[in-house]
């Protein structure tokens, strides 16, 4: 490398990263918007009780349908939820819309994810007793989905807030098991209810003997420990079938279902629902 190429690469990096600041500056400013507007949206998609086929519940998934610039998918901008403090807006506006259109629906249980800035705000418990009391939704009915990412930064206050969400009669279900490093070690640390194990995983139990070992021994353990096993992204049949052998109890997936509008989820065609054996 010359020195005046090096210059130049230097040049178009800063550049690059001034353009990705002012992207996600307009992001920022985008979802606090958006919010004021009533951009976003909340579809579902069933959790299917694997014995019986049943809808057991639903999770929500919060959407950006009438972004003015084009619709992004949760991935691109939760992150900048995160990293700007508009999660919190954010995620009360999913639970609260959640709780209310869910209030038609008593006997599916509902599922939120909860990001680790919300955990965070040492108000984020009570902040979710104000909108179950708010929306008359019975906290018995509700499951928090965590990441390891909500346990790690702050492991204290992580298991002050699970005991807490746990004494208003939430269930706390770890979601995205089996893609972190030292899950096994959180499962004893903390009161969980529920294992998700990731559809990284979960999917490759058709043709990867070890994802399907994996999946069979995260299940004993689980069950070991009392708590539930949902697998996710369940896309195929043989997915279903081998799922359900390897004893998880709930599945999650397009096989099933897409998310979507809530009425139009829980007006599932009974056959469709049902699994096949
Ligand atoms: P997650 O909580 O693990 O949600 C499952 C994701 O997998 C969803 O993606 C869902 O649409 C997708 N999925 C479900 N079944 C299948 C399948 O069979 N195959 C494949 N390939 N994918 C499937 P989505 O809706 O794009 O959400 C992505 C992630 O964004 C979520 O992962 C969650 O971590 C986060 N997220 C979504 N909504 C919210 C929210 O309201 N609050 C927070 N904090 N995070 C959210
Ligand atoms: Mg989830
Ligand atoms: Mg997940
Ligand atoms: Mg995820």
Same mark, same amino acid.
């Given at each position: 490398h010359?020195?005046?190429?090096?210059?130049?690469?230097?040049?178009?990096?800063?550049?690059?990263?001034?353009?990705?600041?002012?992207?996600?500056?307009? &992001?920022?400013?985008?979802?606090?918007?958006?919010?004021? *507007?009533? #951009?976003?949206? /909340?579809?579902?998609?069933?959790? !299917? =009780?694997?014995?019986?086929?049943?809808?057991?519940?639903?999770?929500?998934?919060?959407?950006?349908?009438?972004?003015?610039e084009g619709e992004l998918v949760p991935d691109q901008f939760i992150a900048l939820a995160e990293s700007s403090g508009l999660i919190q807006a954010l995620g009360q506006f999913v639970l609260r819309r959640a709780c209310q259109e869910m209030g038609d629906f008593p006997n599916v249980r509902?599922?939120?994810?909860?990001?680790?800035?919300?955990?965070?705000?040492?108000?984020?418990?009570?902040?979710?007793?104000? &909108?179950?009391?708010?929306?008359?939704?019975?906290?018995? *009915?509700? #499951?928090?989905? /965590?990441?390891?990412?909500?346990? !790690? =930064?702050?492991?204290e206050r992580a298991i002050a807030a699970v005991a807490a969400l746990k004494a208003l009669g939430v269930t706390i279900a770890l979601d995205d098991f089996g893609t972190g490093?030292?899950?096994?070690?959180?499962?004893?640390?903390?009161?969980?209810?529920?294992?998700?194990?990731?559809k990284s995983l979960a999917s490759q139990v058709d043709r990867d003997p070890q994802a399907a070992a994996l999946v069979a021994g995260t299940v004993n353990i689980a069950n070991a420990l009392g708590l539930a096993v949902t697998a996710e992204g369940v896309e195929t049949e043989d997915h279903v079938r081998l799922l359900r052998l390897a004893g998880c109890q709930y599945l999650q997936g397009y096989y099933f279902s897409r998310p979507k509008p809530l009425h139009d989820v829980l007006g599932l065609p009974a056959e469709k629902a049902a699994v096949r054996a």
């Open positions: 010359s020195k005046s190429s090096g210059k130049g690469r230097i040049t178009w990096y800063d550049d690059e990263l001034d353009a990705q600041r002012t992207r996600k500056q307009a &992001i920022e400013t985008g979802i606090r918007e958006g919010l004021k *507007r009533g #951009e976003f949206d /909340v579809v579902y998609q069933p959790i !299917i =009780e694997a014995r019986h086929g049943t809808i057991a519940s639903v999770e929500a998934l919060v959407r950006w349908p009438r972004r003015p509902l599922s939120v994810n909860i990001s680790p800035a919300q955990f965070r705000d040492v108000a984020f418990e009570s902040k979710v007793a104000d &909108i179950l009391a708010e929306t008359g939704f019975p906290a018995q *009915r509700l #499951e928090l989905e /965590v990441t390891e990412g909500n346990l !790690i =930064e702050n492991p490093y030292s899950s096994i070690g959180y499962l004893r640390r903390y009161d969980f209810d529920k294992i998700k194990i990731d």
